[in-house]
């Protein structure tokens, strides 16, 4: 069993910048594949980024490329999307999810824990 909890959302101007953090329980983060998802109201949960097991491979929604980056640090449990040049649009509910596997996943069904979500607002 894994827990998800995730910070650093928040209210930030067009253009600006967030990082978000999600701790994971457990002896064997090192061996989920990890996930960023978010919905807007009204929208359905889309895929943000993913990472594999180690971190040295990773892929991302193409409205996010260039702008937003995962990472990992398995020493810590924990994993990252630092997101900059932020746009309204953004604006949505992130969630954090972990992948009973080693490879990285786009798709919501690949993934067997989720977090609670933190808020990120961009205003324009």
């Known amino acids: 069993q894994v827990q998800l909890v995730e910070s650093g959302g928040g209210l930030v101007q067009a253009g600006g910048s967030l990082r978000l953090s999600c701790a994971a329980s457990?002896?064997?983060?090192?061996?989920?594949?990890m996930g960023w998802f978010r919905q807007a109201p009204g929208k359905e949960r889309e895929f943000v980024a993913t990472?594999?097991?180690?971190?040295?491979?990773?892929s991302y929604a193409d409205f996010v490329k260039g702008r937003f980056t995962i990472s990992r640090d398995n020493a810590k449990n924990t994993v990252y999307l630092q997101m900059n040049n932020l746009k309204p649009e953004d604006t949505a509910v992130y969630y954090c999810?972990?992948?009973?596997?080693?490879?990285?996943?786009?798709?919501?069904?690949?993934?067997?824990?989720w977090g609670q979500g933190t808020q990120v607002t961009v205003s324009s």
């Open positions: 999810a972990a992948a009973n596997r080693f490879y990285r996943g786009s798709y919501r069904d690949e993934y067997n824990y």
């Open positions: 457990g002896r064997t983060f090192r061996n989920y594949a």
């Open positions: 990472i594999n097991y180690s971190g040295g491979s990773t």
